[in-house]
């Protein structure tokens, strides 16, 4: 144990995304770091959470890490295993699901999200997966947490494709098109990165909450396509305990495809 | 009642013609490559191809030249990355001389499923709360508003989608197609009941008794189906619940092959235009290759549902 | 996670209060009997009482003095004939001195379904195609007409319909409240979907290993449960697919029993308040009473999820 | 055999309904008897017929005669037992059933239907059951037949409350309004009595077809609220054969509890 080497930029994610989930009870799952993030809060931070694949699955207790979003693993020994109708309408538009968990290309300060394309959408330079289920939860998800590695490439001024929306223009006009349209939620809440942690201030902005061991602040603005908000005493991200990383290196990803 | 089974090349000669909307439904699971494969060995050609996740199937089917067109949710390798043959036709850039674009018509997974549900259900739109403040409508102007008979709420609607053919695999079925699944049901009954015909795959042909001791396992009857193929190990490299596993290993390796365009081509020459069907591809890996697939059983156990005369 | 196992006393105690809407839902299988008994005991007062099918349970409860309204689809004693209780409360003639009319909103079958669906789907109106030149929107204004986005047909709508409360009856649950049911599913998962409380009542409480064992079999999960309570024969005189018979019997001397208010009132004194609770009532019929409604077993066979690890 | 006892009423509108399934395949069946009826077809005109409860079963295959709608015994053996939603949705409003057996209260003339009210809506004389599934039956099934007894408070001239909707006010405007509102099906093609088997004319009224045995043509006309249109020459319903009788009497009622 006193040889743990320490946490890589992935592992930092995964445990800080694991922590957001303290107490969470029915989180959407999405393939990759999300899925061992989610897994590891189950193990630690959020022991009674219910985890919920869109391809139908409720309750599931995969016996190894699903490698993709329907894994027979999923299915056998979940609680329920439904069909996307049920799971879209009646648990996540039906408002069951507390966290949703997104990812994307493009994120703007306001938690906007892009997966459809980069460049015009008639001609795109690159065609990305498009929105799958993100869209609706976004919407429908009682609030969202966003896993993302930092780039000035990722983290834009300007969305190409609004996918799935997040705050929209600002906190004021988000939470009126939110009651006035019905949505379910109330939209991101965090963006987890290889660098740091980030909320939603009052104005439905993205802003530094804390800053991974070993990352910088300089780093933090490098990366990030707009002048992102950083309040005066940013604290660090707790750095994973060794139980944290030796669940992620030992049982949820042992051959390191995930978290290298 | 009479018998539907045929070959996967009578099915397809009969129930898939050119010009055709195709829907080879299944959410990662039960994916009928079989189905995919004689399709593109039948050389059908300006399909436009429905499906939530295109997947592997429908880059295939892209890469060999049948289609024009594609309605999906989510285009990619699940856990891998891109589907290669379709962003060549995808990307201005990346587009070969002499091919086109292709058309793309795409919704988020709750809409396709809500297509599927409209056309079966005979419903002109199925409302969804989805797509307010994104821009998928803006490109996608089936995407439309619809006004709430009971106060001044405007929620979202997609039109029902009826494919002229879909074509689902399952785990059994008997000779009338009455088919039974278990594990991810993805939106195969929806499908089913929204199409024009109906053809489905199953790794085993079992005696309607069997249906009929577990009715509510059933997902679809024999009524709405046209053709009942068995074909074993249909959905490789997909899987399928109980009886074998996905090929990961091959969901990477399409990630290289399909990269590049002429060993893209090499490898339908190989492996579709080159068996004569599926069980000629089951016989090219050898029957080793599906033991390694193959999991330890998890039985379901027996539920009673009481013998009442 | 934590039991929600209670005794039916507590369950109805903490989640049914007067004013309240309730639905015990179950399609002539599976209704809740012993649910409905409780409440009368507990003398709860002014409840609106939605049902498709308001069945001798809702007729008891009525005669109880329980209802204010009644949503339904059909009113009868399935099989039998009228629901005379019932009808001394919907039919001016009949009336008892002091009594009032009970309310009646009314739908059809498929109208009740899609309340509930949209209750459950969290829409603001399920669209469907019945009404159509009937007289049912002119007695309901609730039902409604909605124009298509895709053309000019317009079809008709029903609002949705979110309970305060929702009991269903099942074969098994674990003390979470996943359930397994089998046979007819009703609209008892919408039902559920669309409540603010859910009281699950179910023949047998099973390891959730059991459940865990076969998911698709699973239609309600413990998410949605607020309290689950062991009751054997808590559905009699309806049925439970595999376990007993229905009373039917018991549905035909109801149809004598209700014709006159004092032998209906003799009926609630022997049957409900004069016994504590479904034990009480199972031993006051005595146990060779169920036994001749028991079925031999008729079982559905085991399908295999596969142990992928 | 030769001591067979002759056809009771009841017994020849079961007969006469089977032969009106002649080659039908899907068939939704109502309790009482629609239902001996249907099973009677399946034994003899209609051997791939798939019968259809509305509590939600395809492909039933009873091993006794149902009381209920609902009786246990459909289900168990069934092809498929299926959500009412799906019941509802897929099979009746999408399209899939090709005959709904109707019954009611009152008729009229163009087969319009009330199960729902005798008096007014909302103080009634006499408070019937109501639609259930008959008015999207009416709507959706590809065809409707009717059974029901005759007499003047039920083959009126005006009903009290339409329930379900048959040929409306006549032949033209139902086939408009079947058109405009997307109906599944062409509405009532035959109405079954104890005195004789109706069909519908190019006016969309109803018309006598054929004459039970023993019943008389002033029977029909005393038993019917309006002028009921008999054709010249209106030819005898067949007998029931002996082989019909048999299968009512020892397999399908043999208790006698609904064709007695």
Redesign the interface.
């Known amino acids: 144990m006193s040889e743990q080497r320490p946490a890589s930029k992935s592992e930092l994610m995964v445990v800080a995304s694991a922590r957001a989930l303290t107490g969470k009870r029915v989180c959407f799952v999405g393939v990759g770091l999300p899925n061992i993030a989610v897994n590891l809060a189950k193990r630690t931070v959020a022991p009674e959470m219910e985890l919920v694949y869109e391809a139908g699955v409720f309750g599931a207790n995969p016996a190894r890490l699903p490698l993709s979003i329907g894994d027979p693993t999923i299915v056998t020994g979940s609680t329920a295993t439904v069909s996307m109708h049920d799971l879209f309408g009646l648990y996540l538009q039906g408002g069951r699901i507390d966290v949703g968990f997104l990812g994307g290309a493009q994120i703007d300060r306001f938690g906007n999200l892009n997966t459809t394309v980069i460049g015009a959408y008639d001609a795109p330079k690159t065609r990305l997966p498009g929105s799958g289920g993100a869209c609706e939860i976004a919407i429908n998800a009682k609030e969202i947490l966003v896993i993302m590695r930092q780039s000035t490439r990722s983290f834009v001024q300007t969305l190409d494709f609004r996918t799935s929306p997040g705050n929209l223009g600002g906190a004021d006009e988000a939470a009126k098109i939110r009651t006035a349209q019905g949505w379910g939620g109330r939209g991101p809440t965090g963006v987890i990165t290889d660098l740091g942690v980030y909320g939603f201030d009052d104005d439905g902005e993205m802003v530094l909450r804390s800053l991974h061991p070993g990352a910088t602040l300089e780093e933090v603005r490098a990366s990030i396509g707009w002048e992102i908000r950083i309040p005066h005493d940013v604290p660090a991200t707790p750095a994973p305990t060794v139980e944290e990383l030796r669940l992620i290196r030992e049982e949820l990803d042992p051959t390191g495809a995930y978290v290298s | 009642?009479s018998s539907k089974l045929v070959s996967m090349r009578e099915a397809i000669a009969a129930h898939v013609h050119d010009g055709d909307t195709v829907a080879i439904e299944g959410?990662?699971?039960c994916i009928s490559f079989a189905a995919g494969h004689e399709i593109i060995r039948q050389k059908r050609r300006n399909l436009t191809l429905a499906r939530?996740?295109p997947d592997l199937i429908y880059d295939q089917m892209v890469a060999a030249g049948c289609a024009k067109k594609l309605i999906?949710?989510?285009?990619?390798n699940?856990?891998v990355g891109?589907l290669h043959a379709?962003?060549r036709r995808?990307?201005?850039?990346a587009l070969a001389a002499g091919e086109s674009l292709l058309e793309i018509e795409?919704?988020?997974?709750?809409g396709m499923?809500g297509r599927y549900?409209a056309g079966?259900?005979?419903?002109?739109?199925y409302?969804?709360?989805?797509?307010?403040?994104?821009?998928?409508p803006k490109?996608n102007p089936?995407i439309?508003?619809?006004?709430?008979?009971?106060?001044g709420?405007?929620?979202w609607?997609v039109?029902p989608l009826n494919p002229d053919v879909t074509i689902i695999h399952a785990?059994r079925a008997d000779a009338e197609g009455?088919v039974?699944m278990?594990?991810?049901?993805?939106?195969q009954?929806?499908a089913a009941?929204a199409a024009r015909r109906v053809i489905v795959v199953v790794e085993e042909i079992v005696p309607?008794s069997?249906?009929?001791?577990?009715?509510?396992?059933?997902i679809i009857?024999?009524?709405?189906v046209d053709a009942v193929v068995c074909e074993p190990y249909g959905a490789h490299p997909s899987?399928v619940?109980?009886?074998y596993?996905?090929d990961?290993a091959f969901?990477r390796e399409w990630d290289v092959i399909s990269r590049d365009a002429a060993a893209t081509e090499a490898w339908l020459q190989e492996w579709v235009y080159g068996v004569e069907d599926r069980a000629a591809y089951v016989a090219k890996f050898g029957a080793d290759y599906f033991t390694q697939l193959t999991?330890?059983?998890?039985?379901?156990?027996?539920?009673?549902?009481?013998?009442?005369?």
Chains 1, 4 share one sequence.
């Open positions: 009642m959410f990662t699971h939530m996740t999906f949710s989510w285009l990619g699940p856990g891109s379709i962003r995808t990307e201005p850039a795409e919704y988020s997974h709750h499923v549900v079966a259900h005979r419903l002109p739109f409302p969804l709360r989805s797509y307010s403040e994104s821009d998928l490109v089936l439309r508003k619809v006004a709430s008979p009971y106060g709420e405007e929620i609607a039109p785990q009455n039974q278990w594990g991810l049901l993805g939106c009954k929806e009941f309607t069997v249906i009929r001791s577990d009715p509510n396992r059933t009857p024999g009524l709405i899987y619940q109980g009886d596993d996905r990961n969901y999991p330890p059983p998890a039985p379901s156990g027996s539920v009673d549902y009481g013998d009442y005369r």
